[in-house]
């Protein structure tokens, strides 16, 4: 069980001064009832007001602790519930890190993924698109929208260079993908990644339970190849480490692969026959819409404020009802 208000339940700490408050008032009564029954048997007075001032506290107290539960809004369990969505959303997390200028892939890593996901966004022409970049870090670069124009101006100036934090983090690619995705809306969302996979930093696997809590499946693209190459820059240097030798870069396919499978998406090596073809397949499925079932946490409040009205009442007819004779 959890709770959607849990500072509430600070607030329970309130039972102790209301029943030392209560034990307070049954003993001024007790006192009072000897004070003027001196000469008089009053054992079974002062055993009805002991029955009635225990139901009566009882009843307060629990009703007090219901109240509190409720306001909290408790939650557990699940149930299903239609989920019909039309049209589509489509985040694009992108890669821009120095490893996507390797040339396994021709031109270059880097070159081959825009052209793809450039092919990808025509093949699904009413859905709304972002684009997210990632190094060490990640930025939205355009949010979501209809503009194929602006798209295709945002894919056209794509480069490590838009982004100066040094590494490569995954996580925050998707996190920042996952950020642009309007919420409450009836539109199948979707977060198309387009990376090599080589995460220097950041828990991707994390990220991508994060979007699949939120039922949003993650289509990868993967770009390289496993036996890798080096890295030539722009200006036709080679990316070196500590003691100068050439850094070779290889697609972590296994990476890739685990994300998309942990979102319920799809994996493609760029690479292969029909990899384009394919991921358009997927996301135009999602463009045409979808009706199924969708889980969701169920609401326990109105559970504990019935059982708050029920502790009410008994207090209340321990109150007013007429004991005589019952005890």
């Known amino acids: 069980m959890s709770f959607q208000n849990p500072p509430v339940l600070w607030a329970l700490l309130g039972i102790l001064p209301l029943m030392l408050l209560s034990v307070r008032g049954y003993l001024f009564g007790i006192r009072d009832v000897r004070r003027l029954m001196v000469n008089v048997d009053r054992s079974d007075l002062e055993r009805l007001i002991t029955v009635k001032w225990a139901i009566s506290t009882a009843a307060s107290l629990l009703m007090f602790v219901a109240l509190i539960f409720a306001l909290a809004d408790p939650v557990w369990g699940e149930e299903t519930e239609d989920d019909v969505r039309e049209k589509l959303d489509v985040a694009i997390s992108f890669d821009v890190s120095r490893s ?43 949010p979501m929208t209809e503009d194929r124009a602006a798209f295709d101006y945002a894919m056209s100036v794509v480069s490590p260079s838009m982004i100066t934090t040094p590494g490569t983090d995954i996580a925050a690619g998707l996190r920042t993908a996952l950020d642009s995705l309007p919420s409450g809306s009836n539109r199948n969302r979707a977060i198309l990644l387009v990376s090599d996979g080589e995460a220097l930093s950041g828990n991707d696997l994390a990220a991508a339970e994060e979007a699949a809590a939120l039922n949003v499946p993650v289509f990868v693209i993967g770009v390289g190849s496993r036996e890798g190459s080096r890295i030539r820059l722009p200006d036709g240097s080679l990316v070196e480490d500590s003691e100068g030798n050439a850094v070779v870069s290889r697609l972590d396919e296994e990476r890739l692969q685990r994300v998309a499978t942990l979102t319920r998406g799809r994996y493609v090596n760029l690479s292969d026959s029909g990899a384009i073809a394919a991921m358009e397949s997927e996301l135009a499925a999602y463009e045409d819409g979808a009706a199924g079932f969708r889980a969701r946490e169920v609401r326990r409040y109105s559970l504990f404020a019935a059982f708050a009205l029920c502790f009410a009442v008994i207090q209340l007819l321990a109150r007013i009802v007429r004991w005589r004779d019952m005890f």
Request: charged share 25%; net charge negative; no cysteine.
């Open 100 to 142: 996507m200028y390797a040339d396994d892939v021709d031109p270059t890593r880097l070159e081959a993924a825009g052209q793809a996901v450039a092919a990808i966004v025509d093949g699904v022409p009413g859905a709304r698109i972002s684009l997210s970049l990632f190094r060490g870090d990640a930025s939205r670069v355009l």
